[in-house]
C-alpha cells in the first residue's frame, strides 16, 4: 500500500511559478513510477507528466513540455512538480499517482495509487 499527499498548490498569476510536491508513504517508494495529473472543471483528468526510477525515464504531456519537470528524492519519499510559465488553462486540480512496475504510462487506469489532489489556479 501506498498513500500519496499533495501540497504545494495555490493562486499565482500567468507566468509564475509553483511547485507541488508529493509525500509517499510506504517503504518501496523507490520501485514505483509517478505520476502527476490534473483535472479541469467539466473535464477529464489528464496526464501531466511521469517520473521512472532513474534519472533519465521522464515524459510529459505536450501542454507541458519546457514549462513543468518532474523530479524525485527517494531519500525523502517525495515527487515534485516545479511548474513555471504557468497560464490560465493550467488551472485544475492536480494529482498525484502511484504505479508498480518501470514503464512510463499515460492512462489513468494504469495507476494504482492517488492523492486527495491539490487545486492550481492561475489567475490571467
Known amino acids: 500500500q501506498v498513500q500519496l499527499v499533495e501540497s504545494g498548490g495555490g493562486l499565482v498569476q500567468t507566468g509564475g511559478s509553483l511547485r507541488l510536491s508529493c509525500a509517499a508513504s510506504?517503504?518501496?517508494?523507490?520501485?514505483?513510477?509517478m505520476g502527476w495529473f490534473r483535472q479541469a472543471p467539466g473535464k477529464e483528468r489528464e496526464f501531466v507528466a511521469a517520473?521512472?526510477?532513474?534519472?533519465?525515464?521522464?515524459y510529459y504531456a505536450d501542454s507541458v513540455k519546457g514549462r513543468f519537470t518532474i523530479s524525485r528524492d527517494n531519500a525523502k519519499n517525495t515527487v515534485y512538480l516545479q511548474m513555471n510559465s504557468l497560464k490560465p488553462e493550467d488551472t485544475a486540480v492536480y494529482y498525484c499517482?502511484?504505479?508498480?512496475?518501470?514503464?512510463?504510462?499515460?492512462?489513468?487506469?494504469?495507476?494504482?495509487?492517488w492523492g486527495q489532489g491539490t487545486q492550481v489556479t492561475v489567475s490571467s
Open positions: 499517482a502511484a504505479r508498480g512496475g518501470t514503464t512510463l504510462r499515460v492512462e489513468v487506469h494504469e495507476y494504482d495509487y
Open positions: 510506504g517503504r518501496t517508494f523507490s520501485r514505483y513510477t
Open positions: 517520473r521512472g526510477w532513474t534519472a533519465g525515464s521522464t
